[in-house]
């Protein structure tokens, strides 16, 4: 792997004197918070599960319904795989990015995960990371813009918000839900085909049935959303209370947001930041990264006790 060499060694160093404590606060989840995040991630999922189990009942009734989600579960559920690498990624040893391992392990064992996460590299690519699974095995993948990008500060806030998700579970959530979505998609277009036979015997249920089926994949395209968008914010309240420093999160997005404006930019009147769409913004699956950075702002006004606040 040549491009390891290139990796800027120098800004993964993890410096005892002046970041030793950057690693050291360790809070939680207020319990008022954590309750009103998982009722709202349970609502999220009784509306997505409901939408494959109507499709279900009206395809073969309430017992094909029923296997339906059932096999849907299994499949979000249980996945094999875990010896897979991830195409387009390279697993880094420790040795070879040992100040970024430092990182990785502190985090990790703050946070409390069973295991240390398998750190995978994307050469060249956007300024970016994530945390993922092979099988059930926890992986963080950075890309090398990112490493050439941030400072020990800001990468280490950006792993602790990719920490948190794999704290909080948010992989099998997230598995869960999409896999509960692809069974709405791929019933919706089932029941609208069988539907259209059913015409001339019950026009009625017919026409009832297809008009759900047609709006299940929006509604669950926005329960999806909603419901990452919920735990988004989650993470980002768990990688401040991980690192004790929001402001570097905020800085961190402020600095992989940012794209210079260019002549063609200015040519097609084009303004940066892009504008808003109220509308998309309900599909989005991550939070506008303005109002991230604004709540993390005043998390760091705030006088930090034992636990984070909402």
Known sequence: MPFVHKLPR??????????????????????????RLNAISFLCFVGLASLPLALGYAIGGIEVALGFIAVTLVM?????????ALPGTFRLAPHEAPGLFNIV???????????????RIVPGGQTNAAATLRGNAPVLVVTEALLGRLDVRHLGAVLAH??????HGDLILFRLAYTLQAATVLLGFLTVFLAIFSLTVDPTNAVFWTALAAISPALSRFLLAMLSRTREFAADLGASGL???????ADALAIIEYRPRTWWDWLAGRRSPVPRDPASDAFRTHPPTQERIRRLAWLTKRTWGGRLEA
């Open 243 to 249: 690192t004790g420093d929001p402001g570097a999160l």
């Open 10 to 35: 120098s800004r993964l160093r993890f410096d005892p004197g002046g970041s030793a404590t950057y690693f050291c606060v360790m809070t939680t989840l207020a319990p008022r918070y954590r309750t």
């Open 162 to 167: 990719e920490t948190a998700h794999l704290a």
């Open 76 to 84: 979000g559920l249980v996945r094999t795989g875990g010896n897979l």
């Open 105 to 119: 392990e502190s985090l990790a064992r703050r946070a409390g995960l069973d295991r240390m996460p398998e750190v």
